[in-house]
């Protein structure tokens, strides 16, 4: 079931890569939930698609490259390079980020953004921490 998750989760990079929405709500719980370390929650697939226009509307190109997938039960941790070039000017911004989705019954239900992927792998119970 994991590999399967890992594929679905693929999926949606080449939707948010191509901007099909309605690919990404097929793949979906219609109660799939993002939630942001800074900028809260942000629930329903119409939600979702507003956070991210709300994340790009700066730049005049935007990607996102999947580097690895890992899995672990029904969660798929991502780790990522947002790249983009805002539309003032010619600056590029390029980061490291990590995503964690949760799936249920080969649907999206919830998606965890972290800018550093050693807590995403915490999370994702992926990696145990030192107790200090």
Same mark, same amino acid.
């Given at each position: ?76 941790? !991502? ?20 995503? !964690? ?32």
């Amino acid at each position: 079931m994991s590999q399967e998750n890992v594929e679905i989760v693929r999926r949606v990079y080449g939707a948010l890569r191509r901007r099909d929405w309605d690919a990404l709500a097929q793949d979906a719980d219609s109660d799939f939930v993002i939630h942001t370390q800074q900028q809260g929650s942000f629930r329903g697939p119409d939600a979702a698609r507003r956070f991210v226009d709300a994340r790009t509307g700066s730049f005049q190109r935007w990607t996102l490259e999947p580097r690895s997938f890992s899995d672990r039960d029904d969660r798929v941790m !991502v780790s990522l390079r947002s790249r983009g070039r805002l539309r003032e000017g010619s600056t590029e911004i390029v980061l490291d980020i990590a995503h !964690v989705w949760t799936l249920r019954d080969r649907a999206l239900v919830s998606l965890h953004t972290f800018a550093r992927g050693a807590d995403a792998f915490e999370f994702a119970g992926l990696l145990r921490r030192r107790r200090e």
